[in-house]
């Protein structure tokens, strides 16, 4: 039973990257105004239909505690990257529950550039950069437990997570920023995934 467990709880950090992209990409290919060169994901909470990305930030965020709680059973000699990992998750819910500023023309309608800055605008900012940051720390600390093909792995999935997330923090627009921003978030999400599917297998059957 306890191995069954811990594979249903690693088998949320397989679903939580592909729901959060889809989603995301769904509204941003869909939604009017939006620029996925120019815009970030998060503004999309923004508007009539905000909901829809509020709920998969949350959605997304309780998945990955779920993995966590899978990598605290799976892991137990690397305690500090499942609670690095927990904190990612919490920080995509808080994330959601803090809406981003409407800003660079979107929603449709909004003034282009950065925009009225609000509390909750910048609560988000705060979770979020938390969150990239703990979840950089977690691929650096599991790979001191990891033999020296997979710890490579984390360390470069976690490196490129850290330079995407720099170049968005710089405020620049640059359609390089920001579609290497969303491909630094898949590789971490992918890296999670990896991570989880790898010690899913190495669990005993039941």
């Known amino acids: 039973m306890s191995a069954r467990v811990t594979r249903s709880l690693l088998g949320y950090a397989v679903l939580a990257g592909p729901v959060y992209v889809i989603v995301s990409l769904a509204q941003a290919f869909t939604r009017d105004g939006f620029d996925v060169t120019r815009h970030a994901w998060s503004l999309l909470s923004n508007g009539d239909l905000g909901w829809i990305q509020v709920t998969n930030f949350v959605a997304t965020g309780l998945m990955v505690l779920a993995a966590a709680a899978g990598l605290a059973r799976a892991v137990p000699q690397s305690r500090w990257t499942a609670r690095l990992v927990a904190v990612f998750g919490a920080s995509l819910i808080a994330a959601g529950l803090l809406r981003a500023d409407p800003a660079m023309g979107f929603p449709a309608g909004t003034p282009d550039g950065p925009g009225t800055v609000t509390w909750h605008g910048v609560a988000?900012?705060?979770?979020?950069?938390?969150?990239?940051?703990?979840?950089?720390?977690?691929?650096?600390?599991?790979?001191r437990h990891q033999d020296r093909g997979a710890a490579l792995y984390s360390r470069l999935s976690g490196t490129a997570f850290l330079?995407?997330?720099?170049?968005?923090?710089?405020?620049?627009?640059?359609?390089?920023?920001?579609?290497g921003f969303v491909a630094g978030v898949a590789i971490i999400f992918t890296w999670l995934a990896v991570v989880s599917i790898r010690l899913y297998r190495t669990l005993p059957g039941e």
């Open 124 to 143: 988000h900012l705060v979770a979020g950069a938390i969150g990239f940051l703990c979840a950089v720390a977690a691929a650096w600390v599991l790979a």
């Open 163 to 179: 330079l995407a997330f720099a170049g968005i923090a710089s405020s620049s627009s640059a359609p390089g920023f920001t579609l």
